[in-house]
């Protein structure tokens, strides 16, 4: 077990209300409270006492209140009390919605009921075009009727595609300034203007780039927001982003390392020619996790033509979502075992072609670990793409890539941690033999859409990654063994214990652990109730947290497909836990304090 130093935090009485936002008083929150079992469930029903409670909610399901007032002055100047709109950062982004909105069965709208509508800075507000250091502050409204809001909200919510809440934020202060304009859509390009001017300012003591200086060694101490007493230098942006793609790319130790933990000579090499060839070139930065997942889905559309793609273990909600309405369809293998592969490959034996299969390491909630190397010959032979989804596993603790050609992840999660900004990442492998189609494809259709503040957190969040993954593969560990003593635990998931952990481990770097998710179901339903009620722990969706958060997942997740969820293993009543940074023998406690209040068998 790898030894960390104890961490100076201790666990106190967690006291966050219903609606507020998790941690509290976190303007850019992307988890909200739902403290307890019940207010899950009236949550998911629409109740009233905890729907007009919310303050704030997860970005791609609730549209956070800065949007909210933005979207609501654009309607009040545009459009009419009848119309709702939805907000994108660029015209692409824009037209494509209009596009699916359009031409999906699921929605009956036509073409002249939907208004695009852009606002960029005023001509006389504007800095310099050709500047490097200019950013993107356009928005674009689309403006529909107010009947066909919940079937346009989908595409939000799926794509990942709307705008930030501090993009959201800062536009609206400019439109209220006069200072941000609509302005009829051009056929040309979208001009690039400077980003915030309270933050155009060079903050007094910073640091000049020494020659031939790595961006990213500049002084970072300035990436944080004015309201914590220091300036923004917007100028550290692309800075900031390029720290980030050379983050992920292998700037971190652990990712340089072979497999230490029985893999093969071969896999090792495998892993070692794979990162040498690497670079942040490879790297792409989005809004978010689902962004990255939905954008290569697209660019594999784009560049291999329109085949049904392969859905491959149980997944987060929105990938199979995205796989089936955003192309032309998608197979499922809701199972993510050796039968189904099995049963693929007769389909493949006899002719069937598909554009590309996508699974998570390891899949969420259950936690189960794909055969990657199996997919991955079944790839080689039968010509088809494969995509990962790392985001619980994470960078620090396995290597995918050697099985991939697209790796994606959330770095809203673990390489965050703050749960105050989204982000999102796609890596394409260099050795793949998509690579360069899909490079060419990236080249041609890749818009940057990542605000830039928000690199600006992400960057200052994620630099100490690899000693958090770590002290979380500790502490999880460490409470995955509790719950497995428990007698009124049926189950818990967990890579480690998991009968598919031997595919797990074929990936795991020198130093890597097993990752902060787990998941649990019990004998009796009443005592997942009383464990989660009385868990002292923050609760709310997301998950890769600095703190331990849980959530019954499969009400929050599956409210309205129970049925069709159990079919899969997922449980009614199973709790997820993300584990988090707290002292190890004081989690533990609290575990075994809700656990108590448990029925025994």
Known sequence: MVQIAKVNQSITPVDCDVGE??????????????????????????????????????????????????GTEILQQYGTIDQRTLLFPT?????????????????????????????????????????????????????????????????????????????????????????????????????SCKGPKRYQSKPSGAREKA????????????????????????????????????????SIP?????????????????QRETLRHSSEDDVYLYPCGMNAIFSAHQALLAG???????????????????????????????????????DLETRLQGGEKILALFCEFPGNPLLKTPD???????????????????????????????????????LTKIFSGDSNVMGGSAVLNPASRYYSLLKEVWKRDYEDTYWAEDAIFLERNSRDVAYRVQRVN????????????????????YPKSSPSRE????????????????????HKSDDAIKFFDQLNSYKGPSLGTNFTLSCPYTILAHFNELAWAATYGVERDLVRVSIGLEETQELVATFERALACTTER
Request: hydrophobic share 35%; charged share 25%; with cysteine.
């Open 254 to 270: 652990d990712l340089a390392e072979p497999n230490g933990n029985g893999a093969s000579h071969v896999q090792a090499a495998d």
């Open 91 to 191: 015209r692409k982004v824009a037209e494509h919605f209009k596009h699916f909105a359009v031409n999906h069965p699921d929605c009956k709208i036509s073409s002249n009921q939907i208004q695009i509508l852009e606002f960029a800075e005023a001509e006389d507000h504007h800095g310099d075009p050709n500047s490097s250091q200019s950013v993107s502050t356009s928005i674009f409204a689309c403006i529909f009727p107010e009947a066909d809001y919940s079937q346009m909200r989908k595409y939000w919510q799926h794509t990942g595609a709307g705008i930030s809440s501090r993009r959201a934020e800062y536009a609206h202060a400019l439109l209220k300034e006069g200072k941000l304009v609509h302005r009829k859509i051009q056929p040309s390009g979208i001009g």
């Open 304 to 342: 291999r033509g329109q085949l049904k793609s392969v859905c491959f273990g149980f997944p987060y909600i929105d990938t199979l979502k995205i796989l089936e309405k955003f192309g032309p369809g998608c197979d499922f293998y809701g199972h993510g075992e050796q039968f189904e592969l099995d």
């Open 474 to 493: 500790v502490n999880a560990e460490a409470v995955a063994e509790l719950l497995q003593s428990h007698p009124s635990v049926k189950q818990v998931y």
């Open 372 to 410: 990657l190397r199996r997919i991955k010959k079944l790839a080689d032979q039968y010509d088809f793409a494969v995509v990962i989804d790392e985001t619980i596993a994470n960078f620090v603790n396995a290597n995918v890539l050697p099985f991939a050609d697209v790796v994606v992840s959330s």
């Open 211 to 250: 020659a031939g200086e790595p961006a990213e060694l500049v002084d970072q101490s300035h990436f944080v927001e004015e309201r914590f007493g220091r300036n923004l230098d917007i100028s550290q942006v692309e800075s900031a982003k390029l720290a980030i793609r050379r983050r992920i790319a292998g």
């Open 21 to 70: 936002s998790v941690p509290p008083n976190t303007d850019h929150a992307v988890s909200v409270s739902l403290p307890t079992w019940q207010s899950n469930i009236d949550y998911e029903e629409g109740a009233e006492r905890v729907l007009t409670r919310m303050q704030t909610g997860y970005p791609r399901f609730y549209v956070h209140k800065c949007i909210e007032r933005l």
């Open 503 to 522: 595919h797990y481990d074929e990936c795991r770097t020198a130093t890597g652990g097993y990752g902060g998710l787990i998941s649990a179901t019990f």
